[in-house]
C-alpha cells in the first residue's frame, strides 16, 4: 500500500477518534474513562497497522515519541512553574506533579507519528 494512503488514514482516523470521543462526551464534564479510550484508541490501532503495512520502525517512533513528548511536557511545565511561579497547565489525573499526566503519554505518541508522517509530506 502507499504510504501517503495510509498516513492520511491514520490522520482520519485519529481525528476520528477525537470527535467520537468528543460526541461521546461533550455534555459531560467528568473523566471518563470509556472517552479516554476512544481517544486513544484509533491512534494506537493506526500506529500498529502502520507498523504493520509499512515499517514496523513506525511503532518505535510512536514509543519514543511518547517518552520524549511526555518528559517534554514535564520539564517545561516545572521549568515555567519554578520561573514565573504560575502553572503553565494543571493535570489531576494521574498526574506527575500536576506538571503533566500518565494518561498523556499516548497522544505523544500518535503525535510523533503524525509528524513523521507530515514530515514525509514535505519531503522532509
Known amino acids: 500500500m502507499n504510504e501517503n494512503y495510509l498516513g492520511f488514514l ?8 477525537f ?4 460526541l461521546y462526551g461533550h ?19 493506526g500506529t500498529i497497522g502502520f507498523a504493520y503495512f509499512v515499517d514496523g520502525r513506525i511503532f518505535i517512533l510512536f514509543l519514543v515519541s511518547s517518552v ?6 514535564y520539564v517545561v511545565g516545572r521549568t515555567y512553574h519554578l520561573t514565573l ?13 500536576g506538571y503533566t499526566s500518565i494518561l498523556s503519554i499516548p497522544i505523544w505518541g500518535a503525535a510523533g507519528v503524525i509528524f513523521w508522517f507530515a514530515g514525509k509530506i514535505i519531503g522532509l
Not at 471518563?32 to 484508541?41: K, P, S
Not at 511561579?85 to 506533579?97: A, D, F, H, P, T
Open 10 to 17: 491514520f490522520l482520519g482516523l485519529t481525528l476520528l477518534g
Open 19 to 22: 470527535y467520537s470521543a468528543y
Open 27 to 45: 455534555k459531560t464534564r467528568k473523566f471518563r474513562w470509556d472517552e479516554y479510550f476512544a481517544i486513544i484508541i484509533y491512534p494506537i490501532l
Open 68 to 73: 520524549l513528548g511526555f518528559a517534554l511536557e
Open 85 to 97: 511561579n504560575e502553572r503553565l497547565w494543571k493535570y489531576k489525573r494521574m498526574s506527575i506533579s
